[in-house]
């Protein structure tokens, strides 16, 4: 393969290829039990390309990281910067072990499936104070290149 051209394009999208590779055979059984289902990716849009689905609220609806919103801490003069134009002032996704090192790729729908008792688990916040989120939410906003929201 020789150089980072050739080999982008012999494995276009690393992540994406390991993952179809992972949930395939999944599909597969679920087409089998005739299960219906919905497979969406965080890369799924619409024509308007806006998200198919939020992967954050996903995430924190199956208790699995705890996703902080700006909403939960406005208040007078915050956030204190502008965002740049068309930009948006944007929640943040932590998870207890892992902090902000980790990603939801992938999300199955079963819209026949239904759960009356079912009670959703509570996400783990490792942030606990109103200023511990907001200094959170301004570093990932303001300069998440460096990392220092993770």
Not at 85 to 104: D, M, R, T, V
Request: glycine share 6%.
């Amino acid at each position: 393969l020789g150089s980072w051209e050739a080999v982008s394009k012999t494995v276009g999208s690393p992540i994406q290829e390991f993952l179809q590779s992972r949930l395939e055979p999944v599909c597969e059984k679920f087409d089998v039990l005739n299960i219906e289902y919905e497979l969406l990716h965080d890369h799924s849009l619409w024509p308007n390309r806006k998200p198919k689905i939020l992967m954050q609220t996903c995430g924190h609806v199956a208790g699995a990281a705890y996703y902080y919103q700006p909403f939960q801490v406005r208040g007078e003069g915050w956030p204190p910067l502008p965002m740049a134009q068309n930009k948006k002032f944007i929640g943040l996704s932590l998870h207890p072990i892992y902090g902000g090192h980790f990603a939801f790729r992938s999300v199955f729908i079963f819209p026949r499936i239904r759960f009356s008792s079912f009670c959703a688990p509570e996400p783990l916040s490792i942030l606990h104070s109103t200023e511990e989120i907001r200094t959170a939410l301004e570093r990932f906003n303001y300069s998440w290149k460096d990392s220092g929201f993770r």
